[in-house]
């Protein structure tokens, strides 16, 4: 019988057909992609864990209901407060200074300031595209959120700086911001030195996201930066009200 030893020991090995062979074959290729591309497979499995156990915005950026509105209304005050301060003749003749949010991802947030800022403000939005809950290529993931924000970019609305968090900051040289939203790199140290560099311009408001999440730094950064606490709805955190920042409150 086949597969099974004779009398003097010997294997008789089963004779394979094409189609058998070439099942086989296929099915060996699926392997060695599967141990080439272990790394991506891992990082697509858990990513679709995390949306099976959470809600899907977290994976894609985007914002829950009452954070939305949170970020709508420190937006329309930074807005204020600035249209309020020109008024008043302070920094006449000056521009007012962007919005810069770290962390585009795939511009949800960004549309969402973008709309509130109207044309009164600019927004600038860093990202250096290295990483997406799909694990798409950076090249991909930027042509995605392009056309996400395309009506924004064509407009002029939005500036979007393709770029690491920390090589923007050593380079900008702008006006200072009016605000600043943080949802990059989500480790202490990233977040640490994201807040350092906006309180080192006098940016008023500072505001970020995934606060109080036990899985990041976010937590530790803000409150070792904010002593006095911050604001929050959600996860979106505010340092002050752009009014309480203007008045020096």
């Known amino acids: ?49 995390s949306l099976l156990e959470e809600d899907a915005s977290f994976a894609l950026g985007g914002l829950t209901e009452e954070e939305e509105q949170f970020m709508r209304a420190r937006v329309r005050e930074c807005v204020g407060a600035m249209v309020t301060k ?52 950076p090249v991909l993931h930027e042509t995605f959120t392009r056309k996400i924000l395309r009506t924004e970019l064509d407009e002029g609305r939005v500036v979007l700086s393709v770029a690491d968090s920390g090589a923007f900051r050593a380079r900008y040289s702008g006006r200072v911001p009016s605000m600043v939203f943080l949802d990059a790199d989500h ?35 803000v409150d070792e930066a904010f002593p006095r606490g911050v604001q929050t709805r959600g996860s979106v955190w505010a340092s002050a009200t752009a009014r309480q920042a203007q008045s020096g409150g």
């Open 86 to 137: 020109h008024a008043d003749g302070e920094g006449e003749g000056e521009k007012v200074g962007p919005i810069v949010e770290f962390g585009t991802l795939f511009g949800l947030t960004t549309r969402l300031i973008a709309a509130e800022a109207g044309s009164k403000m600019d927004v600038i939005t860093v990202d250096n595209f290295s990483w997406n809950p799909f694990g798409l290529p």
């Open 187 to 221: 480790s202490y140290g990233a977040v640490r030195d994201e807040i350092m560099w906006a309180k080192k311009l006098g940016v008023p408001l500072i505001c970020g996201h995934d606060y109080g999440n036990p899985r990041f730094g976010v937590t530790k950064a």
């Open 1 to 49: 019988m086949n597969g099974l030893p004779d009398a003097k020991g010997y294997v008789t090995l089963p004779v394979i057909g094409n189609k058998d062979r070439t099942r086989m074959l296929a099915k060996l290729k699926q392997l060695f992609r599967a141990l080439r591309y272990q790394r991506q497979l891992r990082e697509a499995i858990s990513t679709q864990l």
